[in-house]
């Protein structure tokens, strides 16, 4: 068919220059057909496929395949691949093209690997086990090596050198790579480190002392941890800092349907009286107690504390109040401990007690 046509260029054009500019224009209008007619059927098996799927599990990776754009690169593929079959019809411009079209496709067959790495992370994080094993961070990094050794074949296409060759420099360029981008191995031995350790869930409540960082864990990347704060604000947090930097994980508190209230009341040790053996003092804890013992959050099982701690001059006589209920939510636990603190605060008034520092009334 190839050998007809190649003839009938050459009777028109009459050979020279003028065929070699011909026959590049009518084999690129053919493979430019070609790949369209790859793109346009595997586009329609992609999309009907999805829309037939017998199982859910098929029709989520369909689906996620259609998303990630996949069938969009049969396109590319197919463009890269008829342009190295037909680069001889070029004429002089032989051999530019073909290594174009190797350096096309490898590039293609590499998207594509990432692509189909996507769609198997897409796939796995609808499934249960994602929230308690993340493997986000892992497929990155195969990704990253992915991408990392086509990148060398790529580059053994446009210098015309075997990719062993580069290979063998490899070394001197890694130790270069690890001085320059510190920071960045450091997270990925730290994201490495979270996901097998299990440091860190999708959906844990975690807060960082040190810093203002205080959230709900939305996404576990490589080098990176994604925290939404109450607000709904986004803290993007270097994973290193959960290895480097002390942190709280209430995932248990929240596991277990219960969380540690405590609170603190300053009390002028002034006010304090004694009233028939015992002080109005210990009268308050004692009523405390009761209020908090008869609360329908209070978890009853776990121990209830009210105790007095030692007179300091920043904030007098304090009165440590510690109990576990039963509201995990951050925003009604708040509500619920402040509301609590708020009124063991307007009740000292009722056994002749002031807070320390003013008086209420």
């Known amino acids: ?165 580069l290979i063998s420099g490899i070394g001197t360029f890694t130790a270069i790579l690890s001085i320059v981008f510190k920071d960045a191995l450091l997270g990925l031995v730290a994201g490495i480190q979270i996901t097998s350790e299990n440091l860190l869930q999708i959906g844990d409540w975690v807060s960082i002392p040190s810093t203002s960082v205080e959230g709900t864990v939305t996404d576990i990347a490589l080098i990176s941890v994604k925290v939404t704060a109450f607000d709904n604000t986004v803290i993007t947090v270097p994973a290193y800092t959960f290895l480097s930097t002390p942190f709280k994980n209430w995932h248990t508190t929240i596991a277990n349907a219960t969380r540690q209230a405590s609170y603190v009341v300053s009390v002028d040790p002034a006010s304090v009286k004694e009233d028939n053996d015992t002080t109005n003092l210990t009268s308050y804890r004692n009523a405390l107690l009761e209020k908090i013992k008869s609360g329908d959050h209070t978890v009853k099982d776990k121990s209830i504390v009210c105790r007095c701690g030692n007179f300091d001059r920043a904030q007098g006589l304090p009165v440590e109040v510690f109990f576990s209920i039963d509201i995990t939510d951050y925003a009604e636990y708040c509500h619920f401990v402040s509301e609590h603190k708020e009124k063991a605060i307007v009740s000292l008034s009722e056994y002749g007690l002031k807070p320390y520092g003013g008086s209420i009334s």
């Not at 098996?45 to 069938?71: D, L, P, Q």
């Not at 067959?109 to 897409?122: E, F, K, P, R």
């Open 1 to 165: 068919m190839f050998d007809a046509l190649d003839q009938w260029i050459y009777d028109i054009s009459g050979g020279g220059i003028f065929r070699s500019i011909l026959s590049a224009f009518i084999y690129l209008a053919i493979t430019f057909a070609l790949a369209l007619l790859l793109y346009t059927a595997v586009s329609c098996f992609a999309k009907h496929a999805h829309k037939k799927a017998r199982t859910e599990t098929f029709r989520k990776i369909s689906g996620f395949v259609i998303k990630r754009k996949m069938h969009s690169k049969a396109f590319a593929f197919g463009f890269f691949f008829f342009l190295s079959t037909f680069s001889s019809k070029f004429g002089t411009l032989a051999d530019p093209v073909g290594k174009v079209a190797v350096f096309g496709l490898v590039v293609t067959v590499m998207l594509s690997v990432g692509s189909a790495i996507d769609v198997a992370s897409d796939f796995y994080a609808t499934k249960s086990i994602a929230r308690k094993r993340p493997l986000k961070g892992p497929l990155q990094i195969l990704k990253t090596l992915v991408f990392f050794v086509f990148s060398i074949v790529m580059l053994a296409v446009l210098i015309g050198q075997s990719p062993i060759v």
